[in-house]
């Protein structure tokens, strides 16, 4: 089993940034695929980032491409997502994910494991 636990999420202003992070526990993720997604209120919940088990592979929504950046440090078992440039449509709940496939899970049928998220507010 593995316990995934965000944090670093609040509420910014337009353009500013956050740095959220997710820390593992249990078993090892060092071979596991990690994600991060987001849920709005009152849509589905949807793909932002992700990254492979080595930390070469790495995938990101279109909406966020070239704002944020998903990283990985093994040994600490923690990935983080650093979002820049935040818009008001980031607003959402942010989970983190992982997937026992080492490859980067794009979308929530590939996870396995979930944490509870933290709420992003990003206000205009």
């Known amino acids: 089993q593995v316990q995934l636990v965000e944090s670093g999420g609040g509420l910014v202003q337009a353009g500013n940034s956050l740095r959220l992070t997710c820390a593992a526990s249990g078993r090892t993720i060092s071979t596991y695929g990690m994600g991060w997604f987001r849920q709005a209120p009152g849509k589905e919940r949807e793909f932002v980032a992700a990254?492979?088990?080595?930390?070469?592979?790495?995938y990101y929504a279109d909406s966020v491409k070239g704002r944020f950046t998903i990283s990985r440090d093994n040994a600490k078992k923690t990935v983080a997502l650093q979002m820049n440039s935040l818009k008001p449509e980031d607003t959402a709940v942010y989970y983190c994910a992982a997937a026992l496939a080492p490859v980067a899970p794009v979308s929530p049928g590939l996870c396995n494991y979930w944490g509870q998220g933290t709420q992003v507010t990003v206000s205009s």
């Open positions: 990254i492979g088990w080595s930390g070469d592979n790495l």
